[in-house]
């Protein structure tokens, strides 16, 4: 190809909305890393600084540590204070609990201008870059035995200024769709086999007959091994053809069968609405969309109890409540899952919780074990104290600093094991869509990964008397924030598969022309590696709500979360944009989900600047309380609901429409629906 007609790549130092062809999920991304960059800021400027100040001119942490030698990261904690409770009832102290007030105030505060840039960048990404969803809805609840013709007239007495262009029902299509797959890798198998011979064929420069002729086998061999040495078994090419006719013979049948104009018994109650301008799409949403925790509140109430439903507003359909939705990206769409019940993703993800659980409890027996070990280390230096064998006694001591070191290591193996068991178990609760699967795995991951490095050395150190000694649950999460920000994306950037993979790309490069691979091997082998975006929002949320929870009493915490989230910015937009291949656009569910956990963080915050200092100073230091009741009102009433009115009023442009711009969209949603594609694109 000429070098004029190869795009240049991105500088790494381009601005975010550079990427806004692969949707506005990457910039709102990248905006809320600087949000949690911009929230340890806060903590560093109104309380960290102040408070390693008040901390270090004490120097009362060996009163924790029977006399032995404070490591220097316990100096700057409020353990260096002493073992004496009534230490902790002093001017410094209740300092810090209002500064510590002041500090969860701020972040709330720049919560809300976080959320109203969200929808500002959303809404300028979709102008400049509009696609399917921006003129479409996702309709739940919609009676099963009504003509389309039906549902337009329903919705235009609703909102008679609606202009609907086209509606794509659900339908139960997963028989379909495991078919479609199975004749998509029959497929694959007999395009390899048919390009293997044309390559046999040129490298011989004969035709197919002339190469058996002359007793040339032209075959791929039965065992064939890639560039990773995996093997891989073909059968005869006959008895590929004769599979691929049979499955494409069996999906012909079920299409007939699924007729989706006549065929009642397959619609799931379901259909992307398409309309004519985005002010309508966004109109319908608005009016129609429901929370989450309100739709379990209605299943309870009406499905459980069987409550007569008296609503009589336009909203109901037959005694249904219509819920709408704005629509994923078509290419985002898992169809086959459509057709599953909400109870039933319900049931599916509690099992899943569930085992992640279980999988928890096998952790704390670990760490619970390493705990055992590293009491057993302090009584020796304890021991060797006592026979005043100095010695002895440091080298204990580094022990049970190893140990503590030893115990992030064994984290960041068990949160690896932790990141394949959970996208294991979430893949069998059948999502809606690809970016709903990531967040079901990131949600699951962060919850996972926190009460890993979190809580467990918490509930492993729950007497305060093992929270400031030399391997306790200080040291150990001071090496955990340690883990999280720099340990992690050094690992990402230094991954060992890739590394295999660009010396297998070195390997083949040098063969030149000799190289044996196929087209499809080679394409695999040069193919960067798929961005794994469920770990980077849950290495994100963790950090943050790492550090939210410890930074009242190691107040050194922000100091290196700010740095690392600073590394793990630059490193993540590298990988993307220089060794990721293109991921599938993204839209903002992730981001506005991840932006509302953010008073969550702020409540942990509170929580800890009030347990750990009326814990230290037994229960005579109680001024972080007013921080904590202060949250807690912040979540229970409604306070958001209120603040988002102000935030949400963002209104869509009608100055194009779906008529005008969908020549230029690559997919839509009968191009993607499995069974509408083929006739849509012939249309």
């Known amino acids: 190809m000429p070098t004029s007609m190869v795009a240049p790549p991105f500088k790494i130092c381009t ?222 090419y006959e008895t590929i053809v004769e599979k691929v006719n049979a499955k494409v013979a069996e999906v012909e049948s079920l299409k007939r069968d699924m007729d989706v104009k006549t065929d009642k018994d397959l619609y799931v109650g379901k259909a992307f609405l398409t309309l004519e301008k985005q002010s309508q799409a966004a109109r319908l949403v608005k009016k129609f969309e429901m929370h989450t925790l309100i739709r379990a509140v209605f299943f309870i109430y009406y499905k459980i109890f069987r409550c007569k439903n008296s609503k009589l507003e336009k909203r109901y359909w037959e005694g249904e409540r219509i819920i709408i939705e704005r629509a994923a990206e078509p290419g985002d769409v898992y169809w086959e899952n459509l057709s599953v019940r909400s109870f039933e993703r319900f049931i599916k993800s509690l099992l899943t919780y569930s085992a992640t659980a279980l999988l928890l409890v096998l952790v704390f027996g670990i760490y619970f074990s390493l705990n055992l070990l590293k009491t057993y280390l302090e009584d020796k230096s304890q021991e060797n104290i006592d026979e005043d064998d100095g010695g002895e006694s440091n080298k204990f001591i580094w022990l049970v600093r190893l140990v503590s070191f030893g115990t992030s290591i064994v984290a960041i193996i068990v949160n690896a094991v932790l990141n394949w068991i959970i996208r294991l178990l979430s893949s069998f609760e059948k999502h809606m869509t690809y970016t709903r699967y990531h967040l079901s795995v990131a949600t699951k991951l962060m919850m996972a990964t926190f009460i890993n490095i979190a809580l467990l050395p918490l509930i492993n150190n729950l007497d305060k008397e093992d929270w400031f000694d030399n391997g306790g649950l200080a040291n150990t999460i001071f090496f955990n924030v340690i883990s999280v920000s720099f340990v992690s994306p050094i690992l990402s950037f230094f991954n060992f598969g890739y590394l295999l993979k660009r010396f297998s790309m070195w390997r083949e490069l040098r063969k030149g022309i000799e190289s044996k691979l196929t087209q499809r091997q080679a394409n695999d082998l040069f193919e960067g590696p798929a961005l794994d975006i469920a770990t980077t929002y849950a290495q994100s949320g963790l950090i943050f709500l790492l550090v939210s929870f410890y930074t009242p009493i190691v107040p050194i915490l922000p100091f290196i979360a700010i740095v690392g989230v600073f590394f793990q910015y630059w490193i993540e937009k590298y990988l993307l944009l220089r060794r990721y291949s293109i991921p599938e656009a993204m839209g903002s569910t992730m981001a506005k989900f991840y932006a509302s956990l953010i008073p969550y963080g702020m409540l942990l915050y509170a929580i800890s600047n009030y347990i750990f200092l009326n814990d230290l100073s037994d229960g005579e230091n109680t001024h972080g309380q007013w921080s904590l009741w202060f949250m807690i009102a912040y979540i229970v009433l409604p306070v958001r609901i209120i603040l988002n009115l102000f935030t949400d009023n963002i209104d869509r442009s009608d100055e194009y429409t779906y008529s005008k711009e969908q020549f230029n969209f690559f997919q839509d949603y009968d191009r993607s629906n499995p069974l509408t594609s083929s006739k849509a694109k012939t249309e």
Not at 127 to 139: A, M, R
Not at 181 to 198: A, C, G, I, S, T
């Open 15 to 236: 601005s975010i909305f550079n990427l806004e062809d692969l949707g506005c999920g990457f910039p709102l991304y990248f905006e809320f890393k600087k949000f949690i960059f911009l929230t340890f800021l806060i903590m560093i400027c109104v309380f960290s600084f102040a408070a390693l100040v008040f901390n270090s001119n004490e120097d009362r942490a060996d009163q924790w540590n029977k006399g032995a030698e404070p490591s220097s990261i316990l100096k700057t904690t409020i353990g260096n204070y002493g073992a004496i409770p009534i230490s902790y009832d002093n001017n410094e102290l209740i300092i810090e609990a209002y500064l510590n007030f002041g500090v969860i105030v701020l972040i709330l505060i720049l919560t809300n201008f976080l959320r109203k840039r969200q929808l500002t960048l959303e809404k300028k990404i979709d102008e400049q870059n509009l696609t399917p969803p921006d003129f479409t809805v996702y309709v739940m609840d919609l009676p099963q035995d009504k003509t389309e013709q039906e549902t337009i007239e329903w919705f235009k007495e609703y909102d008679t200024e609606l202009e609907i262009k086209k509606i794509n029902y659900c339908y139960d299509i997963k028989e379909i769709v495991t078919k479609l797959r199975e004749l998509d890798k029959w497929q694959k198998m007999k395009n390899y086999v048919e390009f293997y011979r044309q390559k046999k064929c040129k490298e011989l420069n004969m035709t197919e007959d002339q190469a058996r002729e002359n007793g040339h086998d032209i075959d791929p061999p039965r065992v064939d091994y890639d560039y990773i040495c995996i093997k891989e078994t073909f059968p005869t």
